[in-house]
């Protein structure tokens, strides 16, 4: 075994592409970019979606209706199962469940899902919980506090709707 037979085994570097140095390299003589033309040239970006000169795919494209995309609520979600980290009688929300790694995505709001099961008297403080989920901590002898968009309590009658 010498250096250069060692394989790189999914490090954090990709290989470089050494590119000009012959035409047994396979990118030697104009290094992959082809012959002539705007990419051939040096300091030529492309942007994304350009297409030649061809009319874009996203021009070509007739655009109709109404799209609800951009007023979309996104909230960072949580199965039960994995609450049981948690110490008994401990109080669970998004920031204690960012601060145990259990989540990375840290949107405003907060979701409980009801997958699995809970075996810790928690009490539990989300903008969201579905059915199975606020049964199950109800049922570990756990409280569910449900807030509003704000971060505030909502009142316990409105909660069970």
Known sequence: MDLK????????????????RGVGSGLGKTSGRGHKGWGQRSGAPRRSGYEGGQMPIYRRVPKRGFTNASFSTEYTIINVDSLDVFENGATVDLGAVITKGLVSMNT???KVLGNGELNKKLVVRA????GSARRKIEA?????????KLGREVAAESAGA
């Open 5 to 20: 037979t060692i394989a790189n085994k999914g490090g954090k570097f990709e290989a470089r592409r050494r590119v000009g």
């Open 127 to 130: 903008q969201k919980f579905t």
């Open 140 to 148: 570990a002898g756990g409280k569910v506090v449900e807030l509003d």
């Open 108 to 110: 405003p709001l907060f």
